[in-house]
């Protein structure tokens, strides 16, 4: 069963065309943990980490895919599996850092950019590709970046969501009615997120999952992954 682990709601409707298991983590890192625990309860033949990111390298453009060939996570560096990453479309960048929160300033990613020389961030690989390792499970991430590497986050982008990944729209009204300056930040955002959005649904359009070739203490076996998806939270 090719599993896959995302922080919202959002990312986890991009996946229903493919009928595949999604587990929602609710963007942070204690949910993508319950979450990943859940998904290997389900004795899955891959995780795939899929969603947002936020750029680290300047020259990372709104909407560029992000497909690593490593994750680094608590200063442990994870391969991606090899053949598991060609079937997404092949590595994109070398390094994503998996960050314990989130880098919301323009000044805190070029300090993560110069100190680890990750090109991306996100809230959800650590946790799974640590457990998938240790429990012998192939993985990879695909990924889109939302936020570029100059771009501050706006306070209203920080508080937007609950913990089962949704869009808390209240705390988004709220933030903009205290500090209603942050709006055009917002706007843009939005149109960035967008474009991630685009990203992720045109390569997903792409991917056969029930023709994925994983290596790790499985090689040459092919997995057909299962109709009838649930796409609800399992935290």
Not at 216 to 225: D, F, H, L
């Amino acid at each position: 069963m090719l599993t896959f682990i995302v922080g919202l709601r959002a990312e986890a409707n991009l996946l229903r065309p493919l009928r595949v298991s999604v587990f929602v983590g609710g963007g942070t890192v204690s949910g993508a943990a319950i979450a990943t625990e859940a998904a290997i309860a389900s004795a899955p033949s891959a995780l795939i980490s899929f969603g947002l990111a936020g750029g680290l390298a300047p020259s990372l453009a709104a909407g560029t895919l992000v497909i690593p060939s490593t994750i680094l996570w608590r200063g442990q560096r994870y391969p991606t599996d090899p053949r598991l990453t060609v079937a997404l479309g092949g590595p994109t960048i070398k390094t994503l850092l998996a960050g314990e929160i989130v880098a919301a300033t323009a000044s805190g990613k070029a300090a993560l950019y110069e100190a680890t020389g990750a090109d991306a961030i996100d809230l959800e690989t650590g946790p799974m590709a640590e457990a998938a390792a240790a429990s012998g499970i192939p993985f990879a991430a695909l990924r889109a970046t939302c936020d570029p590497a100059g771009r501050d986050l706006p306070p209203a982008a920080l508080a937007a969501l609950n913990a089962t990944g949704a869009i808390a729209l209240t705390r988004v009204l709220r933030s903009l009615a205290r500090r209603p300056a942050q709006l055009p930040a917002l706007l843009a955002l939005a149109g960035d997120a967008a474009r991630a959005r685009k990203a992720l649904q045109a390569s997903v359009a792409q991917l056969r999952p029930d023709h994925l070739i994983l290596s790790s203490g499985s090689a040459g076996r092919s997995y057909t992954t299962p109709r009838g998806p649930d796409l609800s939270p399992k935290t």
